[in-house]
DNA sequence: GTTGACGTTTACGTTAACGTAAACCTCGAT
DNA sequence: ATCGAGGTTTACGTTAACGTAAACGTCAAC
């Protein structure tokens, strides 16, 4: 019995919050990412929808696509579906890991690139002051 | 005195090894990404051309842009400029060092909920076989 | 000498992810 | 009553990163 206080945000205290628009906002549930509930008009965003949009950012931030945000977001759902399908997503979390660890390795290498610049460019520095 | 074999890649060459179309290759060059040696008409790539291309690439997996990744690229360049250009090339690396932790925290994050998902699934798995 | 395989330039088309703007409602405060 | 701060829908515009296609050159092979 966990007893939710059932806090909700607005759009506007949203899009503060993230840096974001409300359009990008508004956009993000027009491609099914987001469905907030209605009070009247004016939509009303749970802590649910709050964490939803965490995770597109951050994907957003890794270079997925929203599509593939989507699809991240959704193996993280009440795991429904006969064993056929279970397996498939068990396939498709698997290859979500793969991938991220490769992109791992790439941050890795790009960052031994950076280190090597910055030598480098330090270097060039103390040669400046003779 | 190294003695660098001058080993060249025609432009279909480089499509093929890394999964790409002429076009993407010839869309770098025109972004100023890439600038291949003409025989004639043709274009001839030389290794270090390859190299940039694997860093446009790495960078493209990360999601970065082409500008985002020309700047990293040219990072590595010949240091060349006065202190103050030296400096604020410096704090460019170091702003880019971080994005890319950032990077590293997010892909945690997301690595460890698709850890999550994947066990949640497997006990549904478990549950079907009754 | 024509036919492929490979190269080139030029140019219009496409998709994702929003930006921008207009035109409108709603409500609490002045 | 009006006004400003927020909300809404609708719709056209924009940018990046290529795709696709046409129209052409070149050269080794048949």
New interface residues.
């Given amino acids: 019995m966990s007893t939710t206080t059932a806090h909700s945000y607005s759009i506007s205290e949203l899009a503060q919050e993230f840096g974001i628009t409300t359009r990008t906002i508004r956009f993000y549930e027009d491609k099914g990412l987001l469905t907030p509930q209605r009070r009247g008009q004016t939509r009303v965003y749970t802590p649910e929808d709050r964490v939803r949009l965490k995770?597109i950012l951050?994907?957003?931030?890794?270079?997925?696509s929203l599509d593939e945000s989507r699809e991240?977001i959704d193996?993280?759902d009440p795991?429904h579906g006969?064993?056929e399908q279970?397996?498939r997503?068990?396939d498709r979390?698997?290859s979500?890991?793969q991938q991220?660890?490769?992109?791992?390795r790439?941050?890795e290498?790009?960052?031994a690139?950076?280190?090597?610049?910055?030598a480098?460019?330090?270097a060039?520095?103390k040669e400046?002051?003779k």
């Fill in positions: 995770l951050r994907g957003k931030r890794l270079g997925f991240i193996m993280y795991a006969n064993v279970l397996n997503l068990l979390i698997d979500k890991r991220l660890r490769e992109q791992q790439d941050i290498k790009m960052l690139q950076l280190d090597d610049a910055s480098r460019t330090r060039a520095l400046q002051s």
